[in-house]
C-alpha cells in the first residue's frame, strides 16, 4: 500500500494524559499537513511541513500541541494533557512540491479517532 | 481571515444532476478544491481550479469564477454510492494552508 497511513487509527485516553500520533506520507511527497476533524465539520489546518521544516501552525493549536517530522519523512503529531475538547479525528495529508499540475492535491490518510474520556 | 459558505444538506434523485454551491471570501486566493468525504472515511479529492471556468472530470465538473468569489460543483447521473459529504476549500496566499468549508451532505435517493 503506498498511500498515506496514520496510526494508531483508534485512541481513548484518559483526560490529562499524553498522546501521539504517526504519520507516513507518501514516500515521494515533501509536504504534509495536519487536520483536526469533528463531527459534522471540515477539516480544520493545523500544521504544514515541508520536508523536515515546520511553516505554517494555526493559532487554534495551543502550546498543548506540538508536531515534528524529524527527517523529513514521518511525522509525529503529540497532545500533552488531554482535554475532552481534544476529542476529534486527526487526519494527515501529504503532497508533492509545486512542479506539475497535481501537485496541490493532498492526499488523506485514515486518520486516527481520539477520544479522550 | 477566510470565510467559506456551503449548504448543509441536499438531496436529489438517482440518475438526476446536482448542483453544489460554494462561496468564499479570501484575501490572496490561490485554488479552490473539491473533495469528497464518505462517513467516517478520509476525504478523497475531487477537483481543483484556479482559473475562471469549467473542469470536467467525468461525471464531475468544477466551475470557478474568482471575481464573485464562487464555486460549484455538479455531479451528473447520480448514483446511491455520490451519497456523501462534498467539502469546498481554499487555498490562500503563497502558503499551503487550505481552509475547507463545514461540507455538503448529499444524500442521493431512489
Known amino acids: 500500500d503506498t498511500g498515506v497511513s496514520q496510526n494508531p487509527r483508534h485512541k481513548i485516553t484518559k483526560r490529562g494524559q499524553n498522546v501521539t500520533f504517526r504519520c507516513d506520507p507518501i514516500s515521494e511527497h515533501n509536504r504534509l499537513y495536519w487536520y483536526r476533524q469533528t463531527l459534522g465539520q471540515g477539516p480544520e489546518f493545523l500544521t504544514y511541513f515541508q520536508n523536515e521544516a515546520q511553516l505554517e501552525k494555526s493559532r487554534l493549536l495551543s502550546d498543548r500541541f506540538s508536531a515534528e517530522r524529524p527527517k523529513g519523512s514521518f511525522s509525529t503529531l503529540e497532545i500533552q494533557r488531554t482535554e475532552q475538547g481534544d476529542s476529534a479525528m486527526y487526519l494527515c495529508?501529504?503532497?508533492?512540491?509545486?512542479?506539475?499540475?497535481?501537485?496541490?492535491?493532498?492526499?488523506f490518510g485514515p486518520g486516527t479517532r481520539l477520544t479522550v474520556t | 481571515g477566510q470565510n467559506i459558505d456551503q449548504p448543509t444538506e441536499m438531496t436529489a434523485t438517482e440518475g438526476a444532476i446536482v448542483q453544489i454551491n460554494c462561496t468564499y471570501q479570501?484575501?490572496?486566493?490561490?485554488?479552490l478544491f473539491w473533495y469528497q468525504q464518505h462517513a467516517g472515511e478520509a476525504p478523497t479529492f475531487l477537483s481543483y481550479?484556479?482559473?475562471?471556468g469549467l473542469e470536467e472530470k467525468g461525471r464531475f465538473s468544477s466551475f470557478l469564477s474568482r471575481s464573485k468569489g464562487y464555486s460549484y460543483l455538479l455531479l451528473k447521473e447520480l448514483q446511491m454510492k455520490d451519497s456523501a459529504s462534498y467539502l469546498c476549500?481554499?487555498?490562500?496566499?503563497?502558503?499551503?494552508?487550505?481552509?475547507f468549508g463545514t461540507g455538503t451532505k448529499l444524500q442521493v435517493i431512489p
Open positions: 476549500a481554499v487555498r490562500s496566499g503563497g502558503y499551503q494552508k487550505v481552509t
Open positions: 481550479n484556479v482559473l475562471d
Open positions: 495529508a501529504s503532497s508533492l512540491g509545486p512542479e506539475g499540475p497535481l501537485s496541490y492535491e493532498q492526499y
Open positions: 479570501t484575501s490572496g486566493f490561490n485554488g
